[in-house]
């Protein structure tokens, strides 16, 4: 859809810094993000809601959130994530789309009440996505880590 933000992303026609795209699927950093490192995943169709969301996308959709799950860990130190979706209510843009947030102990993160924050600079954002980009290749080559180690570790 022409007038879809993330179909526009997805195009091209609007940027975005993309953390992996193939033929299927795109993920890139969220420019508001609730922490740095927050990733949107989406399906390259236009598809309103999961509820949507054709059987044939839900392997590929749903294998690179569990990927982005290992590799922002890693990137980014954090000692887990938020994986979350909105389908309509409180659904920003009508595309669906799977957040993948950083998280730490003690991050301020409590209910939906979630302050967004933006990134200080674009070098910084590119910084975060780079770092994602480095785990998520080991992730794809079988040389990144499923077990994230803790911060207390």
């Not at 940027?15 to 193939?22: H, K, N, P, S």
């Not at 302050?115 to 600079?121: C, D, F, H, L």
């Amino acid at each position: 859809m022409k007038d879809c933000t993330f179909c526009q992303i997805s195009s091209g026609a609007l940027t975005a810094v993309r953390i992996y795209e193939d033929e299927l699927v795109l993920a890139f950093l969220d420019h508001r993000p609730l922490f740095p490192g927050h990733t949107l995943v989406i399906p390259r169709a236009h598809v309103p809601t999961l509820a949507e969301l054709p059987d044939d996308l839900l392997v590929p959709l749903w294998s690179l959130v569990r990927r982005l799950t290992c590799a922002i860990p890693l990137a980014l130190e954090a000692e887990g994530t938020f994986v979350g979706v909105n389908n309509r209510v409180s659904q920003s843009v009508p595309h669906l789309h799977v957040h993948v947030v950083p998280r730490h102990r003690g991050d301020g993160l409590r209910g939906f009440f979630w302050p967004r924050q933006r990134y200080p600079s674009p070098e910084a954002m590119e910084e975060v996505a780079a770092r994602i980009r480095a785990a998520l290749a080991g992730t794809l080559l079988g040389t990144g880590s499923s077990d994230v180690p803790s911060a207390k570790e």
